[in-house]
């Protein structure tokens, strides 16, 4: 059990840490308004010229091979509901680091991901 | 089309395409570990072992595939979208993920643990109504 809450606090922490660097990352490359795929390998590359893509890339990474370390124990119906508690994370993530406005409307949806969270954790078996 | 339903079909394709191939991504490493077995990693050689056997098997590499395009339509939605609006709006993935849990993967899914998946996507639905984006573009 020790293991597993070790690995799903690595899972939430370095994957919503890794999502907001590269959140951050893509905001500053700006909005992407073309999909051909030249123009999106052309944004990769621009994304990897920005520091917060790299320390988001080595977050996710982390958080990847949690996520492999969980799922050799644990099953996948189980593990990645779960990591849903990341929303949380993200919310504070996005109100305090991103400066993005969180309505209470955003709150609610985000208790009742935790809700639904703490059910699969209870539904275990 | 306007700017603003614009803004909510590209977002909503993004997030249609990372519920598609993030739980398929996550469904395939779980097989794959499921046949790497509990990992235990206590020397240098155990670690290049595990190692070796997660990058050869096949069910782990195509989930990667899958997670990698997961991830490049979560990067591109990220570069207009609020991350406290994609995250949230993205957990349909939840359900999937369990659904390919049952069906694919033979897992026993309590009845709690569907309850809970299915509150995880009220909560989705609660987050959709709100704006994509509250802060400006750069």
Same mark, same amino acid.
């Given at each position: 059990?020790?293991?597993?809450?070790?690995?799903?606090?690595?899972?939430?922490?370095?994957?919503?840490?890794?999502?907001?660097?590269?959140?951050?990352?893509?905001?500053?490359?700006?909005?992407?308004?073309?999909?051909?795929?030249?123009?999106?390998?052309?944004?990769?590359?621009?994304?990897?010229?920005?520091?917060?893509?790299?320390?988001?890339?080595?977050?996710?990474?982390?958080?990847?091979?949690?996520?492999?370390?969980?799922?050799?124990?644990?099953?996948?119906?189980?593990?990645?509901?779960?990591?849903?508690?990341?929303?949380?994370?993200?919310?504070?993530?996005?109100?305090?680091?991103?400066?993005?406005?969180?309505?209470?409307?955003?709150?609610?949806?985000?208790?009742?991901?935790?809700?639904?969270?703490?059910?699969?954790?209870?539904?275990?078996? | 089309?306007?700017?603003?339903?614009?803004?909510?079909?590209?977002?909503?394709?993004?997030?249609?395409?990372?519920?598609?191939?993030?739980?398929?991504?996550?469904?395939?490493?779980?097989?794959?570990?499921?046949?790497?077995?509990?990992?235990?990693?206590?020397?240098?050689?155990?670690?290049?072992?595990?190692?070796?056997?997660? $990058?050869?098997? !096949?069910?782990?590499? &195509?989930?990667?595939? #899958? @997670? +990698?395009?997961?991830? %490049?339509?979560?990067?591109?939605? *990220?570069?207009?979208?609020?991350?406290?609006?994609?995250?949230?709006?993205?957990? $349909?993935?939840? !359900?999937?993920?369990? &659904?390919?849990?049952? #069906? @694919? +993967?033979?897992?026993? %899914?309590?009845?709690?643990?569907? *309850?809970?998946?299915?509150?995880?996507?009220?909560?989705?639905?609660?987050?959709?109504?709100?704006?994509?984006?509250?802060?400006?573009?750069?």
């Amino acid at each position: 059990m020790f293991w597993e809450i070790l690995l799903l606090l690595a899972i939430v922490t370095a994957g919503t840490g890794g999502e907001l660097c590269v959140t951050r990352a893509m905001k500053t490359i700006g909005e992407v308004k073309e999909f051909r795929p030249a123009a999106v390998i052309r944004v990769i590359v621009r994304a990897l010229q920005v520091g917060w893509m790299w320390l988001g890339l080595l977050l996710m990474a982390v958080a990847f091979f949690s996520l492999l370390g969980a799922l050799s124990i644990e099953n996948v119906s189980f593990v990645v509901p779960t990591t849903a508690m990341s929303y949380a994370a993200g919310a504070l993530g996005g109100k305090f680091f991103l400066g993005e406005q969180v309505t209470r409307q955003r709150w609610a949806g985000v208790v009742l991901v935790c809700i639904g969270v703490t059910l699969v954790f209870i539904g275990r078996k | 089309m306007n700017s603003s339903s614009g803004l909510r079909f590209k977002t909503y394709v993004m997030i249609l395409l990372m519920v598609t191939f993030g739980p398929l991504g996550n469904a395939m490493l779980g097989k794959g570990m499921k046949s790497v077995g509990a990992v235990s990693v206590r020397t240098f050689p155990d670690l290049l072992h595990t190692l070796r056997q997660i $990058f050869t098997s !096949g069910s782990i590499l &195509l989930g990667v595939g #899958f @997670l +990698l395009l997961f991830f %490049v339509a979560n990067m591109l939605v *990220l570069s207009w979208a609020d991350y406290s609006f994609i995250q949230p709006a993205s957990s $349909f993935a939840y !359900g999937v993920v369990a &659904l390919w849990g049952h #069906f @694919l +993967l033979h897992e026993v %899914v309590t009845p709690t643990r569907w *309850l809970g998946v299915l509150i995880i996507c009220a909560g989705v639905f609660v987050v959709g109504y709100t704006p994509p984006r509250t802060t400006e573009p750069h």
